[in-house]
């Protein structure tokens, strides 16, 4: 069944590819439950949410007709005073229900602190998605709040990706130089010789298309579609990879015509290829095309963004694309204050078994003394 075309489905679905490829990028097993998430802890929440307002033909009609900056400035939310009294019982149901849930599963973390007092800012985090003031009914300034926390969150989500990677690669290169130090002096050359020569072996690919220029989709065309690229047409293009047919490409569909381009610089099972990298990589490319073509930024291209972008002077004679490889993801400060933080955590932590072990031995020699 075709996703609604409204925000929420699509902001859904769109993070839905990433989360697949971080966990296929891990080699992680999950149930497909899990892969359909958002990531939002109140995933389960926010869909049952737009599950029954969806249910309400008024409120339906205004999610289908409201575009992106509307629904952010709230207008949307005040259409919930004329959905159906069946509907608003539901929802203060699940309100209820996840309050609940919010405090049992904050009251389980004091458990498992010793019953500290948490934090009276990251408590409040917890619930800044709801009026938890109102814990019992769901009114316009709780969809308000929904609306607004899962458009902060979901759209910060590529920025906490890329702050992931950046710290996935200063660590790859933390453990390389420390593998290095404790290397003698003949092997520690071999071993730098093996690494210079994985990079060149990785940097040796074909030409990288510049992503959503010509060449790249006359590419996806040809080897993907099985067409003359001769023949590349942008309307046919658009509506061969508009896979659910709902007349937008997303994030999902956009990123799966970048397939080819990063087949050429990675592989698997080969010591010299990241799929990390590649997933960075692919990410990369689909943020470029998006703030190219995504003139209204609602993180879809319609027929007509696409077909705008086809007659840019970018889109013929595209500037070359700058790879990862050639993009430095930090800088040397970054690298030396990520160290210097690695430093002071290895020596806390020596510390606290430190503080333990005496810990241990006095209470042995409490115990032998009352013996």
Same mark, same amino acid.
Not at 47 to 65: A, P, S, T
Not at 192 to 203: F, I, N, P, T, V
Not at 222 to 244: A, M, R, V, W, Y
């Given at each position: 069944?075709?996703?609604?075309?409204?925000?929420?489905?699509?902001?859904?679905?769109?993070?839905?590819?990433?989360?697949?490829?971080?966990?296929?990028?891990?080699?992680?097993?999950?149930?497909?439950?899990?892969?359909?998430?958002?990531?939002?802890?109140?995933?389960?929440?926010?869909?049952?949410?737009?599950?029954?307002?969806?249910?309400?033909?008024?409120?339906?009609?205004?999610?289908?007709?409201?575009?992106?900056?509307?629904?952010?400035?709230?207008?949307?939310?005040?259409?919930?005073?004329?959905?159906?009294?069946?509907?608003?019982?539901?929802?203060?149901?699940?309100?209820?229900?996840?309050?609940?849930?919010?405090?049992? *599963?904050? @009251?389980?973390? +004091?458990? /498992?602190?010793?019953?500290? !007092?948490?934090?009276? %800012?990251?408590?409040?985090?917890? #619930?800044?998605?709801?009026?938890?003031?109102?814990?019992?009914?769901?009114?316009?300034?709780? *969809?308000? @709040?929904?609306? +607004?926390? /899962?458009?902060?969150?979901? !759209?910060?989500?590529? %920025?906490?990706?890329?702050?992931? #990677?950046?710290?996935?690669?200063?660590?790859?290169?933390?453990?390389?130089?420390?593998?290095?130090?404790?290397?003698?002096?003949?092997?520690?050359?071999?071993?730098?010789?093996?690494?210079?020569?994985?990079?060149?072996?990785?940097?040796?690919?074909?030409?990288?298309?510049?992503?959503?220029?010509?060449?790249?989709?006359?590419?996806?065309?040809?080897?993907?579609?099985?067409?003359?690229?001769?023949?590349?047409?942008?309307?046919?293009?658009?509506?061969?990879?508009?896979?659910?047919?709902?007349?937008?490409?997303?994030?999902?569909?956009?990123?799966?015509?970048?397939?080819?381009?990063?087949?050429?610089?990675?592989?698997?099972?080969?010591?010299?290829?990241?799929?990390?990298?590649?997933?960075?990589?692919?990410?990369?490319?689909?943020?470029?095309?998006?703030?190219?073509?995504?003139?209204?930024?609602?993180?879809?291209?319609?027929?007509?963004?696409?077909?705008?972008?086809?007659?840019?002077?970018?889109?013929?004679?595209?500037?070359?694309?700058?790879?990862?490889?050639?993009?430095?993801?930090?800088?040397?400060?970054?690298?030396?204050?990520?160290?210097?933080?690695?430093?002071?955590?290895?020596?806390?932590?020596?510390?606290?078994?430190?503080?333990?072990?005496?810990?241990?031995?006095?209470?042995?020699?409490?115990?032998?003394?009352?013996?």
């Amino acid at each position: 069944e075709k996703l609604p075309k409204y925000w929420f489905a699509k902001l859904i679905a769109s993070y839905t590819r990433r989360l697949e490829a971080v966990i296929a990028a891990k080699g992680v097993k999950v149930l497909t439950t899990y892969v359909n998430d958002t990531g939002l802890h109140y995933d389960r929440y926010l869909r049952e949410v737009i599950d029954f307002l969806e249910k309400d033909q008024h409120f339906r009609e205004k999610l289908h007709n409201t575009d992106m900056e509307d629904i952010k400035q709230g207008k949307l939310a005040k259409e919930l005073d004329f959905v159906g009294h069946h509907v608003r019982t539901k929802l203060d149901e699940l309100k209820r229900q996840e309050v609940n849930r919010l405090r049992t *599963l904050i @009251k389980a973390k +004091q458990d /498992a602190e010793g019953g500290h !007092e948490m934090n009276h %800012k990251v408590l409040l985090k917890q #619930f800044e998605y709801m009026n938890h003031m109102n814990p019992h009914t769901f009114e316009v300034e709780d *969809l308000d @709040k929904l609306i +607004q926390s /899962a458009t902060n969150d979901l !759209e910060n989500y590529d %920025k906490k990706r890329h702050e992931e #990677f950046k710290r996935y690669e200063m660590m790859k290169e933390h453990e390389r130089k420390e593998h290095l130090k404790n290397l003698d002096e003949e092997h520690r050359k071999d071993e730098e010789q093996h690494y210079e020569e994985l990079r060149k072996k990785h940097a040796d690919h074909p030409k990288i298309n510049h992503p959503g220029s010509q060449d790249q989709l006359k590419e996806v065309w040809k080897e993907s579609d099985g067409l003359d690229p001769n023949d590349f047409d942008p309307k046919t293009f658009f509506k061969l990879h508009d896979t659910n047919g709902d007349g937008y490409i997303d994030e999902q569909e956009l990123e799966a015509l970048f397939t080819k381009e990063l087949e050429k610089m990675y592989r698997p099972n080969l010591d010299e290829d990241d799929m990390t990298e590649m997933e960075e990589e692919r990410l990369r490319m689909r943020e470029h095309v998006m703030n190219e073509v995504d003139t209204n930024k609602d993180r879809l291209v319609s027929l007509e963004e696409f077909l705008m972008s086809t007659n840019k002077k970018e889109f013929l004679e595209p500037d070359s694309w700058e790879t990862l490889e050639q993009a430095p993801t930090y800088t040397d400060e970054e690298m030396k204050l990520f160290e210097e933080q690695l430093a002071q955590e290895e020596s806390n932590l020596k510390q606290k078994n430190s503080d333990l072990q005496k810990q241990k031995e006095e209470l042995e020699r409490q115990q032998e003394n009352s013996t």
